[in-house]
């Protein structure tokens, strides 16, 4: 999921049910440690790690 732009993830993600905090869909946060929620906390050094973790593990 390397190629993938981020909106698409993005899309993936919260159609799954995923949550994710406003200020880390900023473009200037994109690039900073991020957490989203997927029926459990998931962490990354950026939106795409923390997306990619959160997806992985489900």
Wanted: aromatic letters at 10%; hydrophobic letters at 40%.
């Amino acid at each position: 999921m390397a190629n993938v732009p981020i909106e698409e993830l993005v899309a993936e993600f919260l159609k799954k049910g995923g949550r994710i905090n406003k200020y880390y869909l900023s473009d200037l946060s994109r690039s900073r440690p991020s957490l989203v929620y997927l029926r459990g906390w998931y962490g990354g050094a950026n939106i795409r790690i923390a997306i990619n973790k959160a997806l992985s593990a489900q």
